[in-house]
DNA sequence: ACCGATTACTGAACGGTGTTCAATATATTT
DNA sequence: AAATATATTGAACACCGTTCAGTAATCGGT
């Protein structure tokens, strides 16, 4: 039964990406089901197709909303941060994805057809979370730094990024590492000490985690 | 028609992973089909229940032997490597990623469903493909280093896979990298060289990308 | 050489998926 | 009030993975 006036488009949009995101960081991607989230929310499987083109389109808008969510966890972190602001990233680039695995894996996971590529819209609101780590390095190297710190940035973003697919997949690499994340920060912290970060002295009073991967690794 | 003495039971496992392999390679892991393997072999589709238990069964095998492979494109770099063997390890890493990305985003894409975890066969078959980079990290280190050599090069490892994993996926992060090889070379040179890896001064005749890399890097 | 027991394999049935699209119910305009 | 335009449905379709009774092929014992 069409109810045509109960909800303007984007909140029957809004609806939908809300139910599937639920529905997503329950069963995950590989058990996603397009007409599962319409069946709860009350509409019929073809409204899908209407609002999103495709039941990938929708996973799309889904992974789009994740990224918020995660840049939001970020500028947590900053705020709550006293002086390592750098540990405060790393901390919030795997808390997003250890307490919502399916939804961060969902991310890499899901790739869309041959032909269609990321709509505008959605590429501008993912780039927030790097635009918040290139904002960080560079208050945190030297003004007169030879790196370029957007290249630089990113290739950062990466290193964390390893380490923590890594621990989600539960792959090969890292399964007997105490300390993964402990092991990202030490990484990015050598790379931005090669390109004139000072340390500033962190190691007495960061986390444990940290310490007891300094002396050893 | 049963014509069970055509091929063993281990024949007809390398048959189908075979075939799979090339299904997968083609059509990526969102399209990959158990039915249409079974009937490229000319089996029948509950044959694939019998051999692997289920589709996802032969996705692992099928993954293992990617791994297999993944690993012997390493062990090529290095025997025809000159001097700069970090270079040959990087440079093999994202060699398959880039000529096979479906095979290699397969390997962690697949998630096996809750319960089962990887057998230990497998296990031991993607643990080769570390083992290499070990032997290679502890080479270049000094005897007295203070690092943890295996965790040191499992953490290298996740930082190339961070860097190749962008690329592959096309994600926000790289989009706009010229050269990610060079930068994940570039951050793996600063974590070594905080461990006490001598440059031996590679900037001279190392890969252009590289060169470019690193004055602005 | 034959015959029962065992094994390999089939293929139809089942419940699920995403997409499509004629039909219908609701809004809007004239 | 009538005509037009739009939103939503839901059945049909082709595909998926899993299951399992049934059948064909081989093996082991006599």
Redesign the pocket.
């Known amino acids: 039964?069409?109810?045509?006036?109960?909800?303007t488009?984007e909140e029957?949009r809004a609806l939908f990406i809300g139910e599937g995101h639920a529905h997503l960081a329950q069963v995950g991607l590989a058990k996603?089901?397009?007409?599962?989230v319409a069946k709860r929310v009350g509409?019929?499987?073809?409204?899908?197709?209407?609002l999103f083109g495709?039941?990938?389109g929708l996973i799309v808008a889904i992974n789009s909303r994740s990224f918020e969510l995660w840049a939001q966890i970020l500028r947590d972190r900053l705020e709550s941060a006293t002086d390592d602001r750098i540990a405060a990233l790393v901390d919030g680039y795997f808390a997003f994805a250890e307490q919502s695995p399916e939804l961060w894996s969902a991310i890499y996971a899901h790739r869309l057809p041959e032909g269609l590529d990321l709509p505008e819209e959605d590429k501008a609101r993912r780039a927030g979370l790097t635009q918040i780590v290139e904002d960080e390095i560079r208050t945190v190297l030297p003004a007169d730094t030879d790196a370029d710190v957007v290249r630089l940035a990113r290739s950062l973003v990466a290193v964390v990024h390893g380490h923590c697919s890594f621990v989600v997949s539960g792959s090969f690499a890292l399964l007997e590492e105490p300390d993964p994340q402990g092991a990202a920060l030490a990484r990015v912290r050598e790379s931005l000490a090669a390109h004139g970060y000072c340390a500033e002295d962190f190691r007495s009073d960061s986390g444990l985690g940290d310490s007891e991967n300094r002396g050893s690794l």
Chains 1, 2 share one sequence.
């Open positions: 039964m069409g109810r045509r006036s109960d909800h488009r029957l996603f089901s397009g007409r599962e509409y019929s499987v073809g409204t899908i197709s209407n495709s039941v990938d």
